[in-house]
């Protein structure tokens, strides 16, 4: 329950922010990330619709090599 | 360029510790790791990888999913869960509902939810209906629910916490005298939120080297490496092997959110017993949201007697790592993901249903009343 994924952002509406990663979107919010700098294209660390932490985009992508095999297993 | 899974793994090899060792990880996404890219058949055979606890699922408390059953059967409300908590068994009679899918399936209107947005969502739809929020989870997800209290809810949406803090249940292992672990993994998306600093009371109280790891592979083997070389050198230290992601102080925006909407306090963890300073309660401020003050009838103290894991169910054992999980009498054989008996068995962060799916099938459990592992 306290893994996060990261997400790619598409776009912002207040607190409120579009993700996506996978071809799949979700609505995210940004509230815990209010403090931060992030728009469009910048990849946060997704936990329960919640953007928990920004990362970059590297990091998004060895997470993801990563989930891919874990997911196959589910 | 930064090291991969198998740079990691010839450098642990090349440290030449032969003594035997155990590191125990705390967060079940540590462990499907672990199992999942089989790091215990590749290791050095020495060295044995624990898994304590790391379920939030497998140790919320019997009497609060029993509470949040009566609740939805008995009053006009909408309950909502993570999807995980819908088939946790609680102890009561043959004919009664044993979980909240069991009530569900009984006519109680129960819903998983995959995010406390959705919570809101449902209670915004139709305000003339009371939404009760069961919100069990470790920091990384309560912190989630008290940011949506931060924000604002509305006034139909109550919130049945049973949050918990990871770290004083590995301060109570140590306390104990018998933490049955020589070195710790810290759990990487905890302290994302939390700031690693919560973990340097491992070396500090207790001189045990400790780890910060993130969820690869090969951060898993970094913080390996980390704490058997720190071992090595006598030397003990907090390591980060997840910078990328966990910076000092955490996440404050968030930390400053669950400070305000929440309090620590003494709290019970399944199987296991009150650990001090280990869960959260909603603040005076956020009372009227607080599904224990609107419904007080459901808490049922009594039940705290009977509020232990099923009968022959190991997984208070499993959870502290006293015990691998085949070590449970019942594991593959009264208890699969298909039928489980104990919650490590029903949550996908529970140790239990982690080795099941990596394809464990063998019980080891030769009959012995005692902790096998720790003996």
Redo the contacts between chains.
């Keep these: ?4 994924v990261p997400m790619k952002i598409t776009a912002i509406n207040g ?1 409120q922010c579009t993700c996506e990663a996978k071809g799949i979107e979700r ?1 995210v ?1 940004l ?6 700098d992030v728009g469009p294209g910048d990849h946060v ?1 997704v ?4 953007a ?2 920004k ?2 985009s ?2 998004a992508a ?2 993801w ?2 989930f891919d ?2 997911l196959a ?2 | 360029m930064t090291k991969g899974a198998a740079d990691w793994l010839q450098e642990l090899q090349n440290l030449g510790i032969e003594t035997p060792l155990r590191i125990m990880n705390v ?3 540590h462990e ?2 672990i199992s ?2 089989g790091l215990r058949t590749i290791i050095p055979a020495n060295v044995e990888l624990v898994p304590g606890p ?4 497998c140790i919320c408390p019997e009497e609060d999913v029993y509470e949040a059953i009566q609740l939805a059967l008995n009053e006009d409300i909408v309950l909502v869960a ?1 999807g ?1 908590m819908l088939r946790v068994p609680v102890n009561v009679p043959r004919r009664e509902p044993r979980s909240l899918e069991q009530a569900k399936a009984a006519g109680a209107d129960i819903r998983p939810i ?5 919570a809101v969502r449902i209670a915004s739809e139709d305000p003339t209906r009371t939404v009760v929020f069961f919100a069990a ?5 309560t ?2 629910v008290a ?2 209290l ?2 604002g809810v509305p006034d139909n949406l109550l919130v049945l916490l049973s949050g918990r803090l990871t770290w004083p249940a590995v301060a109570m292992l140590l306390n104990s005298g018998k933490p049955g672990f020589d070195a710790l993994v810290a ?1 990487g ?2 302290a ?2 939390m700031g690693p600093e919560e973990w340097e009371f491992v070396v500090a109280d207790h001189d045990i080297p400790a780890a910060v790891a ?4 090969d951060s898993l083997l970094a913080a390996m490496y980390s704490v058997m070389r720190q071992l090595r050198d006598g030397r003990h230290f907090l390591d980060n092997c997840y910078p ?2 966990v ?1 000092p102080g955490g ?4 930390r400053r ?1 669950l400070d305000a909407v929440m309090e620590v306090v003494d709290a019970n963890w399944r199987g296991i017993g009150i650990i001090p300073k280990s869960g959260f309660a909603l603040r005076e401020a956020y009372a009227a949201h607080d599904a224990r003050k609107r419904f007080t009838s459901y808490a049922d103290a009594s039940r705290k007697r009977v509020g232990e894991m099923p009968p022959g169910c190991d997984c208070a054992k499993v959870v502290l790592g006293k015990i691998y999980p085949n070590q449970c009498r019942l594991y593959g054989r009264g208890c699969t993901p298909r039928k489980p008996i104990g919650p490590c068995m029903v ?3 529970g140790a239990c249903r982690i080795w099941w ?2 394809g464990m099938r063998e019980n080891e459990w030769a009959g012995r009343e005692k902790d096998t592992v720790n003996g």
């Excluded at chain 2, 790391?54 to 699922?57: R, S, T």
């Excluded at chain 2, 989870?137 to 997800?141: D, P, R, V």
């Excluded at chain 2, 996440?251 to 968030?254: D, F, I, L, Q, Y």
């Design positions: 329950m306290c893994l996060a607190f609505e919010s509230f815990m990330l209010q403090h931060e660390l936990h329960v619709g919640y928990i932490q990362v970059s590297q990091e060895e997470s090599a990563l095999e874990v297993e589910l | 967060c079940g996404g499907r790791s999942s890219a790391g379920c939030p699922v993570f995980d995959a995010s406390p947005t959705e989870g470790f920091e990384t997800t912190a989630p940011s949506m931060a924000e759990p998306h905890v994302t939120v993130g969820f690869t592979p990328q992601v910076r996440n404050e925006e968030a959110q949550s996908d962060e799916s990596s």
